[in-house]
């Protein structure tokens, strides 16, 4: 019936969404949108707790060059808080690594001379210290990849959709930049693991 087909799609009307919007958040029934500062532990405790969520679901905590973003110190908090707020969770980091040779330095010097520095940026040189960041936070399991092996768990039709919207001349230096970025995540609880290839 044409009824239940115009009420599904009215429910995905956003302006039908009953939210309330004010400076830094976004709340609706079933989203929340909220801003604190990472280094401050009681600050995401109380934005966690006004929208009286339920910490004990399985939850993804998603962090897209965050953490080099944040002093070494702050990241370990954050990642402690989040595991000790979360018991059933994954958390997923994606940021650069393997920084320690010429490719990373030349990425490391352009990034400052546009005035930006990264305090955490060699916070975890290595994808076995990107996991231990995880474990020596609280979770139980960790695993670390860097972007070239996350693309060759990816199917080939997707990895050729990808390629025509960022195009490289060069194959060599798309590798290399690759090799300096990673997926590294901590699983936890009921969380007990990540299939990329699926």
Request: aromatic share 6%; proline share 5%; charged share 20%.
């Amino acid at each position: 019936s044409t009824g239940s087909r115009d009420q599904a799609t009215e429910s995905r009307d956003p302006s039908s969404v009953d939210c309330e919007v004010s400076k830094g958040t976004i709340h609706s029934a079933s989203y929340h949108l909220l801003s604190a500062d990472l280094r401050d532990e009681s600050a995401l405790s109380g934005v966690v707790k006004s929208c009286r969520l339920d910490t004990s679901l399985p939850t993804l905590v998603l962090a897209e060059c965050v953490l080099c973003y944040l002093p070494p110190s702050s990241s370990a908090r954050l990642i402690s808080w989040s595991s000790a707020s979360f018991p059933n969770s994954l958390f997923l980091n994606y940021e650069p690594c393997n920084m320690d040779d010429r490719f990373g330095g030349i990425m490391i010097d352009n990034m400052r001379s546009r005035d930006c520095e990264l305090p955490g940026i060699l916070a975890c040189p290595t994808l076995t210290d990107q996991e231990a960041r995880f474990t020596n936070s609280g979770f139980t399991s960790a695993r670390a990849i860097d972007m070239n092996e996350a693309m060759r768990l990816l199917p080939a039709q997707d990895v050729q959709r990808m390629t025509k919207l960022e195009f490289f001349d060069e194959q060599e230096i798309l590798t290399q930049l690759l090799d300096h970025y990673c997926l590294a995540w901590g699983c936890q609880g009921t969380v007990t693991h990540v299939n990329l290839s699926s």
